[in-house]
């Protein structure tokens, strides 16, 4: 029984009073029978391209009145229903902030992330805490924390952005409020309180949805990830974790360090989709059907799925945002190590 012949023996009467009692046809809707599910394809944005793109948006003078200078980082291979973002949960963006320059107060149900690619001497307040950001630091603005930004520093700064936007979007659960921030804010826990590892204090009446570190400086990072040792992919992989639970960073987004060593890794595959922001080193990933060049700074996916391998030209570090932990509480995370890229 093939569609056509389906289709063309349905009355128009009949298809009329489908389409005005809102219902259709199932047996025409040829993707639920199709065994051939189509994937999203990675993409990667280069730095080369953006540099310029970001020199043009520290020219504009009428940026006072948004208070944003954000190029959103659309990824045009996507199939996901809500159309948007870099992977079907995940939004990417390149936020700029000129010395002097301030975005403004507010707070939004997806959570964010901030991971410094180029400069220093901005600041992140979270609830109320002062996060320094400087180059490699990932600062973490979970749903519904009061933030700004503000910068201090001699040169513009540029910083990756990854909110879990689609998400909500297709959840149907994004909200949005304008500052100025309230004076009676949830409270925040110094820094300090996780110094020692594996020690935590007792009766903190933290929120358990998200990490009360909100900033993890990068040479913490790299500290860590020079002591991990080489996973099965060999890859050594960190994680970022909330200290209270052992979890990821925030509900929705969970981020990782990679390092590559030289030579070519074996494949994995993965139902979490990934974004991936390259810190030092260069190199090229097998994604899907596609492969990548890449440099420091460039920004790339890896999608649901898709068999990927990575081959650095000497030692490369990563750093990933995943939607990883979402998959795993759905149970739907499946991973699988060394198959054909
Ligand atoms: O810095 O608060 O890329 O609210 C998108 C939405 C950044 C931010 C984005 C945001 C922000
Ligand atoms: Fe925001």
Redesign the pocket.
Known sequence: MSASSTASDTPDSVRKAWAEAHVSPLWEALEAHSTEVSRDRAFIWKWSTMRPLIEDALNLKDMRAIQRR?L?LNNPNLRTPTGMGATPTLTA?L?ILKPGEV?MP?R?SPS?LRFVLEGEGAVTIVDGKECEMDEGDLIT?PGWTW?E?VHHGKRPIIWL?S?DVPLHRYLGTDGFQPGPRPNKLPPTFDDNLFSVSGMVPEGLEANPNFSPLFRYPWTQAVKALEAAPLTKDGVRRVRYTNPLTGGPVMSLIDCYLIELADGETLPMRTSASMVCAVVEGTGTSTLGGDTVSWEPKDVFTIPTGAWAKHKANGKARIFVVSDRDVLRRLDLLEEEYGGTA
Do not use: F, G, I, S
Request: avoid cysteine; glycine fraction near 0%.
């Open positions: 954000v959103t963006a936020q975005a507010h939004h964010a603005t933030h930004h952005d909110l």
